[in-house]
């Protein structure tokens, strides 16, 4: 349900939220709202630079973009109009454009490199995934369910109640990723899926940490926190395949 969407001068990337680099990282980390961010920027298979040189600085002026990054401003509107029609789509949607099959396949993903750089490992210190695995697949279960409730009905002519239902389900469904207590060390991050992690690995974050600093420590009680970290992303992801079946 989350998207990052960089528009680049000969392609276009989509990849997900993640860190806190941006204006969006309050609503995605600590409020747990769906959330999108478009730019445009260099073509990343020619350089390495993260964004334009001036970036920040008192040399970041109307004069300098429109003579050299961007003349008649062109990017700009591209980005606005896209930003523009996504408002559109969203606002004239009897259903939100919101897919959790999406969602699913993205935490399955996770789940796929977590099996391959952990299991092993925790399975030798006694240490289960398979919550974790009956976990994602409820999520994937619910998921399947509610795109097909959304596919097979004529919301048109449904009783509001029930499009009103299917909406909220979509809208609040990453607040089911939310727990206060998941980073002690990380005031700022409650998504247990979509955090910031030093370990730099391509799957759930506190997970990702925890057993690299085990691994480091070589510390039981450390290997007891990676475990703990496993309870609450498995109560998480339970809990948003429940906010995904029918109510009504």
Same mark, same amino acid.
Request: hydrophobic share 45%.
């Given at each position: 349900?989350?998207?990052?969407?960089?528009?680049?001068?000969?392609?276009?990337?989509?990849? /997900?939220?993640?860190?806190?680099?941006?204006?969006?990282?309050?609503?995605?980390?600590? %409020?747990?709202?769906?959330?999108?961010?478009?730019?445009?920027?260099?073509?990343?298979?020619?350089?390495?630079?993260?964004?334009?040189?001036?970036? @920040?600085?008192?040399?970041?002026?109307?004069? *300098?973009?429109?003579? /050299?990054?961007?003349?008649? /401003?062109?990017? @700009?509107?591209?980005?606005?109009?896209?930003?523009?029609?996504?408002?559109?789509?969203?606002?004239?949607?009897?259903? %939100?454009? =919101?897919?959790?099959?999406?969602?699913? $396949?993205?935490?399955?993903? /996770?789940?796929?490199?977590?099996?391959?750089?952990?299991?092993?490992?925790?399975?030798?210190?006694?240490?289960?995934?398979?919550?974790?695995?009956?976990?994602?697949?409820?999520?994937?279960?619910?998921?399947?369910?509610?795109?097909?409730?959304?596919?097979?009905?004529?919301?048109?002519? $449904?009783?509001? =109640?029930?499009?009103?239902?299917?909406?909220?389900?979509?809208?609040?469904?990453?607040?089911?990723?939310?727990?206060?207590?998941?980073?002690?060390?990380? *005031?700022? +991050?409650? @998504?247990?899926?979509?955090?910031?992690?030093?370990?730099?690995?391509?799957? +759930?974050?506190?997970?990702?940490?925890? *057993?690299?600093?085990?691994?480091?420590?070589?510390?039981?009680?450390?290997?007891?926190?990676? @475990?703990?970290?496993?309870?609450?992303?498995?109560?998480?992801? $339970?809990?948003?395949?429940?906010?995904? $079946?029918?109510?009504?």
């Amino acid at each position: 349900m989350l998207w990052f969407s960089v528009f680049l001068l000969t392609y276009n990337r989509v990849g /997900f939220l993640k860190g806190a680099g941006s204006d969006y990282a309050a609503f995605v980390h600590y %409020l747990g709202i769906t959330s999108m961010d478009i730019s445009y920027t260099y073509n990343r298979t020619k350089t390495k630079a993260r964004i334009y040189p001036a970036y @920040h600085t008192a040399y970041d002026t109307f004069d *300098y973009a429109s003579r /050299f990054i961007d003349p008649g /401003f062109v990017s @700009h509107q591209a980005v606005a109009r896209t930003a523009g029609n996504i408002l559109i789509r969203l606002a004239d949607s009897l259903v %939100l454009p =919101l897919n959790c099959s999406d969602y699913a $396949e993205s935490l399955e993903g /996770f789940l796929d490199i977590a099996l391959i750089l952990y299991e092993d490992q925790l399975t030798a210190k006694n240490i289960s995934m398979e919550p974790l695995k009956r976990a994602l697949a409820k999520f994937r279960s619910a998921a399947t369910h509610l795109d097909q409730v959304i596919h097979s009905s004529d919301l048109a002519n $449904e009783t509001p =109640l029930k499009v009103r239902r299917i909406n909220d389900q979509l809208m609040l469904l990453d607040r089911a990723f939310l727990d206060p207590l998941a980073f002690p060390e990380k *005031y700022a +991050f409650r @998504h247990v899926i979509w955090a910031s992690s030093k370990a730099g690995k391509d799957t +759930f974050p506190g997970l990702a940490d925890a *057993y690299a600093n085990a691994e480091s420590s070589g510390q039981s009680g450390d290997w007891d926190k990676v @475990h703990h970290h496993l309870s609450i992303l498995s109560q998480a992801i $339970e809990g948003a395949a429940h906010m995904l $079946e029918d109510v009504i």
